[in-house]
């Protein structure tokens, strides 16, 4: 899958409030009440991930999650990256 330019993934993430690029990377941090509810949710996550064949790093610092998203293997942001972004940040709301 092909590298997005640059210009391109800053105006996506517009709608992605909160996610940040940089180092050929898009990420962004969460906070939960619990540890739990931390690893709660990364575990939601992963069952996207692992269905789509796409896995986020995660970093896990207590009770704040952070995810960074790039295609590895392409060697930056691609669309993949965007969609798992877009996921997160859905399963995130819905957690409420």
């Given amino acids: 899958m092909a590298v997005l330019p640059e ?13 940040e690029y940089r180092d050929r990377a898009i990420s962004k941090q969460f906070r939960f009440t619990t540890f739990m ?13 692992e269905a789509t064949d796409h896995h986020p790093d995660i970093t896990i610092n207590y009770t704040r999650i952070t995810f960074g998203c790039s295609t590895h293997s392409d060697g930056g942001v691609t669309e993949k990256d965007l969609r798992l972004a877009g996921e997160i940040e859905r399963t995130f709301r819905a957690a409420g």
């Fill in 7 to 19: 210009a391109e993934i800053i105006e996506r993430l517009a709608g992605l409030p909160g996610w």
């Fill in 37 to 49: 509810d931390g690893i709660r949710f990364i575990n939601r996550i992963a069952q996207y991930a």
